[in-house]
Nanobody, 126 residues
Framework: QLQASGGGLVQPGGSLRLSCAAS????????IGWFRQAPGKGREGVSC????????FYSGSAKGRFTVSRENAKDTVYLQMNSLKPEDTAVYYC?????????????????????WGQGTLVTVSS
């Protein structure tokens, strides 16, 4: 089970940190990804962290502004989001990858994730 939290309303240029708490499985055996879905749009891969967090992946829109990290001792993955823009408004989901080490060509494919959290809403607006 995955539980995402930390969303809210923030002004453009602001920051938020999302958390994804895992339970019920061996957390440090799986990569964890973050996706988002804006109203009327499909689910988009945002970022992913390998089992150790040593390898990370970002979408083009997230690169340079977002940072994914994980704390295996707490079974938690974080997504630090800085310099937020109105176009970042979406429901953010965390999900468990079908493996421990995704590669550049696979991490953003939602069909390669088998367990999803309930989502947390991020609204960027003045």
């Amino acid at each position: 089970q995955l539980q995402a939290s930390g969303g809210g309303l923030v002004q453009p240029g602001g920051s938020l940190r999302l958390s994804c708490a895992a339970s019920g499985f061996s957390f440090n055996s799986y990569a964890i990804g973050w996706f988002r879905q804006a109203p009327g749009k499909g689910r988009e891969g945002v970022s992913c962290a390998s089992v150790s967090g040593g390898r990370t992946f970002y979408s083009g829109s997230a690169k340079g502004r977002f940072t994914v990290s994980r704390e295996n001792a707490k079974d938690t993955v974080y997504l630090q989001m800085n310099s937020l823009k109105p176009e970042d408004t979406a429901v953010y989901y965390c999900a468990r990858f079908l493996g421990s080490h995704p590669i550049a060509g696979t991490w953003a494919n939602p069909h390669l994730y088998d367990s999803w959290g309930q989502g947390t809403l991020v609204t960027v607006s003045s």
